[in-house]
């Protein structure tokens, strides 16, 4: 009997977290802007509460004026933020773009060896062909 009760709970909240993932996945495909400017309102908040608290320590520890707070806070902002991005950029984003770059380039070389001469030909023609009408599209 006990061993019952406890299978039909377990069996229920197996369902439970199948339906909420079902629910989170939904939420997710269906409302990405949604989660994407809720996560942009949070930062937003967060850095306008700290950049509003810094101001009002430097014009109280320091007797500064309120514009030249904000001014202090804002120089400081883009300095660490160009700081991370700079950051963000060699440690991260510069090694992933190379490996994307390198795997791409022996993507195409080993395209290129195993393809005869007349699919070559007509791959650089249309390819030519593409590139020479989309500056005429720009350039018109």
Known sequence: MINE????????????KWLLVIVALGF?????????HSIIWIVHTIYEATSFILEEFLSHVFGLDKALAQL???YFSIIVGTGA????WQRF?????????YAF???????????RALKKMKLILIY???????FMFLLS
């Open 5 to 16: 009760i406890i299978e039909d709970k377990t069996k229920l909240l197996i369902i439970l």
């Open 28 to 36: 997710l495909l269906h409302f990405p802007d949604l989660i994407g």
């Open 72 to 74: 202090i806070v804002f």
């Open 85 to 88: 991005s700079v950051l963000f």
């Open 93 to 101: 984003l510069r090694n992933f773009l190379l490996l994307k770059f």
């Open 105 to 115: 380039q022996h993507q195409v070389i080993d395209y290129w060896h195993n393809h």
């Open 128 to 134: 030519s062909a593409l590139t020479i009408s989309g």
